[in-house]
């Protein structure tokens, strides 16, 4: 039988330095999560400024840091065009189905919005600057398009589907 003193009162150095490696690896992984929900990376919802309703769904990629969104699906209304081409977009966007249409693109990051980038408009085939903020714990994106300065244009909120 063992004695009281014969127990050690410490963990051998190989059970803590295999301690400190996994305390290491459970931060890092939080710490990716964290970061990529503070992205606008993901699928977004636009909405319709005057009903409210559903008109698409975006997704939000990011490649070396620059952002680019695409039409992934459309919520057409009945009486309208169902698969809708950009028959007023400028070259090679000319003519194009909106659907899988890139419309967002060159975005990055400058503090807590995204910048610098472009955003069409497949309605009037016009293309305008943009920049991106997330907001309300990471769920909704105010998407600004506007001519010049960002005093002089639009902004919609999208909200997070995925």
Known sequence: MKKLTDIPTR?????????IVLATLVN???????????SPAGLWKSLD???GKARSLIR????????????????????????????KCEGTNKDQPVLGM???SGLKKTGD????GKI????????????????????????????GVPMFGRSQTWIREQ
């Open 102 to 104: 890139t419309i967002l």
């Open 11 to 19: 963990a051998p150095a190989t059970s803590r330095v295999a301690l």
């Open 49 to 51: 400024d005057k009903t």
């Open 60 to 87: 939000i990629t990011e490649t070396a840091g620059e952002l680019q969104g695409k039409i992934e699906k459309l919520f057409p209304a009945p009486d309208t065009e169902q698969n809708p081409k950009c028959d």
């Open 120 to 147: 069409l408009d497949p309605e009037n085939g016009k293309t305008y600057s943009s920049k991106l903020k997330l907001s309300d714990n990471n769920k909704t994106l105010t998407v600004r398009g506007y001519v």
């Open 28 to 38: 890092l992984s939080f710490a990716c999560v964290a970061s990529a929900q503070e």
């Open 113 to 116: 919005e995204y910048s610098g």
